[in-house]
């Protein structure tokens, strides 16, 4: 069973630094695209940075120069480090990861999402 556990997340000053972790179990025969959405009080769950499986980047406007998204292939980890922290970055952050299962049968892709974590930043 592949599971993402997510790891870090919690209270920051505006203008401080966080870093999210994304560790990938269950051995899956591939992972993908890695992403970090994000979901803030009365919205609807966004895009905020994404990483393919060759390493090519793409990050929201509203994250895009202080937020860095990386990953390591070989630990099947990801990372989030987020600089310059704005209370418009409070929400809950979700780990994604676009996955590869063998079903029994043949290989079958997937989405998996870790369990969520909180990240609020004080004005």
């Known amino acids: 069973q592949v599971e993402l556990v997510q790891s870090g997340g919690g209270l920051a000053q505006a203008g401080g630094s966080m870093t999210l972790s994304c560790a990938i179990s269950g051995s899956p025969l591939r992972i993908n695209a890695i992403g970090w959405y994000r979901q803030g009080p009365g919205k609807q769950r966004e895009l905020a940075a994404r990483?393919?499986?060759?390493?090519?980047?793409n990050y929201a406007d509203s994250v895009k120069g202080r937020f860095t998204i990386s990953r390591d292939n070989a630990k099947s980890t990801a990372s989030l480090q987020m600089n310059r922290l704005k209370p418009e970055d409070t929400a809950v952050y979700y780990c994604?990861?676009?996955?590869?299962?063998?079903?029994?049968?043949?290989?079958?892709?997937?989405?998996?999402w870790g369990q969520g974590t909180q990240v609020t930043v004080s004005s």
């Open positions: 994604n990861a676009e996955v590869l299962l063998w079903n029994g049968v043949r290989p079958e892709e997937s989405t998996r």
């Open positions: 990483i393919s499986r060759t390493g090519d980047t």
